[in-house]
């Protein structure tokens, strides 16, 4: 899949997520990482992808998948 720009990087980003592509250990048990560290992930992938994209954008984008991410992880307890 060609990811064209920041949206459509945050979307694929979440439906990974969803169907539980990230995914890390915590006290033996496997878990959905936070919506904090997908936001990293967001953030890493963006400057890589996008190398000319303002910094101010890339951060709004990585707050609102932290954001969405962090509502499915309540959803789900």
């Given at each position: 899949m060609?990811?064209?720009?920041?949206?459509?990087?945050?979307?694929?980003?979440?439906?990974?997520?969803?169907?539980?592509?990230?995914?890390?250990?915590?006290?033996?048990?496997?878990?959905?990482?936070?919506?904090?560290?997908?936001?990293?992930?967001?953030?890493?992938?963006?400057?890589?992808?996008?190398?000319?994209?303002?910094?101010?954008?890339?951060?709004?984008?990585?707050?609102?998948?932290?954001?969405?991410?962090?509502?499915?992880?309540?959803?789900l307890?």
């Amino acid at each position: 899949m060609k990811i064209n720009n920041l949206e459509e990087l945050s979307s694929h980003l979440m439906d990974n997520w969803i169907v539980g592509n990230y995914s890390g250990g915590f006290n033996g048990e496997e878990c959905l990482l936070s919506g904090r560290q997908m936001a990293e992930i967001f953030i890493n992938e963006a400057r890589k992808k996008f190398p000319g994209e303002e910094e101010a954008e890339i951060m709004y984008m990585a707050d609102h998948l932290e954001e969405a991410i962090d509502e499915g992880i309540a959803n789900l307890q």
